[in-house]
């Protein structure tokens, strides 16, 4: 079984300031890591993912996450954050091996709060 | 990138009644569907997964007669809520992985159900 824990319910910071949003996981075999975030009343929408090769992983608007196997993390993180990043931040973790079909096991999530 | 359709956003009906949503890949094809819940400002917990041609598989403590899932075609599967109660009330949230590429999910924008 797998499981993802993400410390902090709640992040808030001043527009600008950098941010991490912290994720552990624990799982007994192989693991795919994923980020999404969820603005008010919408889907999911994938921010990052780690599937294979470099642990460093970067999304188009600026965040990035490292995938650490020996702390078994997936934290993400922002140099400098703007308003418009409000919103919840879920980590994820599905079977790399192909097992449970993929099946992604989702953290509590963390709600980013930007303020001016 | 890849884009799935979730229909209706919100619905309202009264205790009893039935309801369908609808979960549609549409430019790519999903041997398999998933369906989540998710309660507010909480995670998503996974109820289903849809297979196309085949009975869906059901979580742990979720009805099957309750949330009746169809997956009709290679780009469509649907969740009805029979005799919806107020309890069922809830966003519902479906994702996709596109066929040969099962470690990536795309999520719906979701269903908000309220049940009066």
């Known amino acids: 079984a797998q499981s993802v824990t993400q410390l902090d319910s709640q992040v808030p910071v001043f527009e600008e300031a950098p941010v991490e949003l912290r994720c552990n996981y624990s799982?007994?075999?192989?693991?795919?890591l994923f980020w999404y975030v969820q603005y008010p009343n919408q889907g999911l929408q994938l921010l990052l993912k780690?599937?294979?090769?470099?642990?460093l992983v970067e999304s188009i608007n600026g965040f990035e996450a490292e995938f650490n196997k020996s702390q078994t993390s997936f934290h993400l993180r922002k140099p400098s954050v703007h308003i418009s990043d409000t919103a919840e931040y879920f980590c994820?973790?599905?079977?790399?091996?192909?097992?449970?079909?993929?099946?992604?096991?989702f953290g509590k999530g963390t709600l980013l709060t930007v303020n001016p | 990138g890849a884009v799935v359709s979730q229909h209706p956003s919100r619905v309202i009906c009264k205790s009893g009644t039935s309801v369908k949503i609808e979960c549609r890949s549409l430019d790519f094809q999903a041997t398999t569907m998933f369906w989540y819940r998710q309660f507010p400002k909480q995670s998503l917990m996974l109820m289903a997964t849809s297979n196309e041609g085949s009975k869906a598989t059901y979580e742990q403590g979720v009805e099957k007669d309750k949330f009746l899932i169809n997956h009709a075609s290679l780009t469509l599967s649907t969740l009805t809520v029979t005799s919806a109660h107020p309890e069922d009330s809830s966003f519902y949230i479906c994702s996709a992985p596109p066929r040969g590429l099962r470690n990536i999910q795309y999520f719906g924008a979701g269903t908000r159900l309220s049940v009066l």
């Open positions: 780690y599937l294979s090769g470099s642990t």
């Open positions: 994820a973790v599905s079977d790399g091996s192909g097992g449970s079909n993929y099946k992604l096991t």
């Open positions: 799982s007994s075999v192989s693991v795919y």
